[in-house]
């Protein structure tokens, strides 16, 4: 079956980085896009980036432009989000998604 596990959340101060992980089975990762959501509390899940399966073209949310990067290893059929500059707004459950599958989330909160 499909599984898609997160990893890398945390507590972290403004300006600071975490990279996310998200290591997927039980499909052809390589055939899909992969994608990070994030649900803040209150609020609607967004879509933060995205990425293309064989040509890698990225997609980023305006609010993450310059300060978050998704990459892809097809090898290790992981899907990274790294997160650079770090701000308050940012504090939300990250969610990984391919198709209609989703992961259980990892917790992102930015707080001195």
């Known amino acids: 079956q499909v599984q898609l596990v997160e990893s890398g959340g945390g507590l972290v101060q403004p300006g600071g980085s975490l990279r996310l992980s998200c290591a997927a089975s039980?499909?052809?990762?390589?055939?899909?896009?992969m994608k990070w959501y994030r649900q803040a509390p209150g609020k609607e899940r967004e879509l933060v980036a995205s990425i293309s399966r064989v040509s890698g073209n990225t997609y980023d949310v305006e609010s993450v432009k310059g300060r978050f990067t998704i990459s892809r290893d097809d090898a290790k059929t992981t899907v990274y989000l790294q997160m650079n500059s770090l701000k308050p707004e940012d504090t939300a459950v990250y969610y990984c998604?391919?198709?209609?599958?989703w992961g259980q989330g990892t917790q992102v909160t930015v707080s001195s």
């Open positions: 039980g499909f052809t990762f390589s055939s899909y896009s």
């Open positions: 998604n391919a198709l209609t599958y």
